[in-house]
């Protein structure tokens, strides 16, 4: 249903509600893997089940749709797993990848707050930044935190790519956009990554005069490209959507 709505698009709020109650049991949320990885110089990273977007370029796989997948997990136990790959292996870094992270905000919150009280590890919390755009109140809820960092993955620069390349109607390319003004407004430390594969030089120029309004000038000095990382199904998805990237990596 969801892909076949991508001319018009779904609305992305919404369907984070409807994954939500399938992902989350009161505190508890669903991971599908728990892992060590080298970005960031080393983290360790909690991989979630479910995402809000339906990227066409996704390298997340089933656990992304496929809500069955995966096991709960309550805060308390997210915070062992992540500290010991953690601790083992020397990393400064934990993060949580994958799907969506801020579907489960309230799980969320409390596991960056047993980080805060009980380790020196930074935080790093990768979005799409739709939910955070929506709701001003969960980046006034992360402006609490101290050693949290924000990566906002933003995936086009024009509300007719954004609908190509995620399924999510245009009304909602300014989400991220906004998430990025709540996080300045906010003092949350955060930095974007843009998904530049795709549009061309003016529509990104155009973005990114977008985002110095709703920053301020600093943020383009920790502007970060997004590798597209073209794997077979990613591949197949987007010859179908007769998607054409101005630049890709292989897998190996
Ligand atoms: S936002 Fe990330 S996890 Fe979600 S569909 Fe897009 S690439 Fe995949």
Redesign the pocket.
């Known amino acids: 249903m969801i892909e076949g709505s991508r001319i018009r698009g779904f609305d992305p709020v919404r369907l984070a509600e409807m994954i939500e109650q399938r992902v989350v049991s009161g505190s508890r949320r669903k991971y599908y893997r728990f892992r060590g990885s080298r970005f960031y110089g080393g983290s360790a990273v909690g991989d979630v089940v479910g995402?809000?977007?339906?990227?066409a370029?996704?390298?997340?796989g089933r656990p992304?749709d496929d809500v069955r997948l995966g096991f709960l997990v309550s805060p308390e136990e997210a915070y062992r797993r992540l500290d010991s790959i953690a601790k083992t292996r020397g990393y400064k870094y934990v993060r949580l990848s994958?799907?969506?992270p801020t579907i489960g905000f309230n799980h969320l919150g409390r596991l960056i707050e047993l980080f805060e009280q009980n380790s020196s590890y930074t935080f790093i919390l990768e979005t799409?930044g739709v939910l955070m755009g929506a709701r001003r109140e969960y980046v006034r809820v992360l402006s609490g935190f101290r050693r949290l960092h924000v990566r906002v993955?933003i995936?086009a620069c024009s509300p007719e790519l954004f609908t190509k390349l995620?399924g999510a109607s245009p009304d909602f390319y300014e989400y991220p956009i906004r998430a990025v003004k709540h996080l300045a407004d906010y003092g949350v430390s955060f930095h974007v990554a843009i998904f530049a594969a795709f549009g061309d030089e003016a529509c990104w120029a155009q973005l990114l005069e977008r985002l110095v309004d709703a920053a301020g000038p600093d943020l383009l000095e920790n502007i970060e490209v997004e590798p597209l990382v073209l794997y077979p199904p990613a591949k197949r998805r987007l010859r179908l959507l007769g998607l054409k990237p101005r630049f890709y990596y292989e897998p190996r």
């Open positions: 995402c809000n977007l339906r990227c370029f996704c390298w997340t992304r994958g799907g969506e799409n993955s995936k995620t």
